[in-house]
């Protein structure tokens, strides 16, 4: 697939497609340095070429193919991958816990991409070769809903969404310590200069923005030794580990999370009790309006039956209920 631009400015190239194709100057200094950027039909040499107005940008995208990987095919194909959604141009996935998104320097797993290739799924290269397909991501040990672009053309839209917040997800959490309130969260992220695994609340990190909202508060264990609360949350941005980091920053943990300092004892806390809940967005190429919603996880129902109101729960957990949630925010703390 190849995509034209005419510039009508002068800025740096790299800026140019940052904006034009709504990626990251990263990937875009990627496609440069593979020789698939041409300026009036000669190949851009540097991504901080400074552009004339009236240039013709020409992209040539590279086909995603199936790399070679140093799991198997057999081993692969065991992901537990469920698709909730699929046409020419989207997937929608249910992301088991545990599964890693895409490759990185840390990872030494198969990885949802490796899944997505060896099973022959047509990907976008806009976010280049390690991340061929995916839009948004989720952690390791966050279930829940994701969407994986097909094509370019649909990455592209659907990345525009993303950053217009047409496109979206609600996700259930159970944490430690009730909120006070519902709350909104605006706090800056960068890397834990301590701990690299960890993020955390630094003053020149990049903005952040949460909303918390309160759903059902556990106040009748029979030996009182905690209280659990359910919630759900909403991401305005979308840092690396931002649900935990902001919850941290407030004094609450979510349950299992022992990265960001949860201290339970709980036998029957056995994963992080995240879970992308529901998914919102229009189709990249019909302008459909589409929301999706992936049922909790066995091992997170058992612990939500074990602590909270049946009654309240089928109340509370369902996608009408969680998005007329975030209706408004604006008076929230």
């Known amino acids: ?32 340095k593979k020789g698939c950027v041409l300026i009036n039909k000669k190949v851009a040499l540097k991504s901080g070429q400074k552009l004339k107005i009236g240039q013709n940008i020409e992209i040539t995208f590279p086909i995603a193919e199936q790399t ?17 959604y699929e046409d020419e141009y989207i997937l929608v996935i249910d992301k088991p ?21 060896v099973k022959n799924i ?3 290269t806009l976010s280049g070769e390690e991340r061929h397909g995916i839009v948004h991501r989720l952690d390791k040990g966050t279930s829940g809903l994701l969407v994986v672009a097909k094509t370019n053309e649909a990455h592209q839209k659907l990345s525009s969404q993303l950053e217009d917040k047409s ?10 310590i009730p909120l006070k309130n519902d709350i909104v969260v605006e706090k800056p992220i960068g890397r834990n200069p301590n701990q690299r695994l960890k993020m955390t609340i630094v003053n020149d ?40 980091v902001h919850l941290e920053s407030i004094g609450r943990r979510i349950l299992g999370d022992d990265l960001y300092g949860f201290k ?60 007329a949630c975030f209706t408004d925010t604006s008076n929230w703390m």
Request: net charge neutral; hydrophobic share 35%; glycine share 4%.
């Open 1 to 32: 697939m190849n995509q034209n631009y005419i510039s009508d400015t002068e800025d740096r190239l790299d800026k140019f497609l940052s904006s034009s194709l709504n990626q990251t100057r990263n990937q875009i200094d990627a496609l440069i």
């Open 97 to 117: 816990i545990g599964l890693v998104v895409h490759d990185a320097p840390s990872v030494h797993e198969a990885t949802l991409v490796d899944w997505l290739k």
């Open 205 to 244: 990190g990049k903005f952040a923005k949460t909303a918390f909202k309160k759903l059902i508060e556990n106040k009748n264990t029979e030996d009182n030794s905690h209280k659990y609360e359910l919630i759900c949350a909403k991401l305005f941005t979308g840092r690396t580990h931002q649900i935990r």
């Open 68 to 84: 070679k990987s140093s799991f198997s095919q057999e081993e692969i194909l065991k992901l537990d991958v469920k698709i909730i």
């Open 264 to 323: 339970g004892k709980d036998s029957s806390i056995e994963r992080i009790f995240l879970h992308a809940y529901s998914l919102y967005l229009r189709h990249p190429i019909t302008n459909e309006s589409f929301e999706f919603v992936s049922p909790i996880p066995q091992n997170m129902q058992n612990l939500l039956n074990k602590n909270f109101d049946e009654g309240t729960m089928n109340e509370k957990i369902n996608k009408e209920f969680i998005s």
């Open 167 to 176: 496109m979206g997800r609600y996700y259930i959490a159970c944490i430690d």
């Open 122 to 124: 047509s990907l976008s």
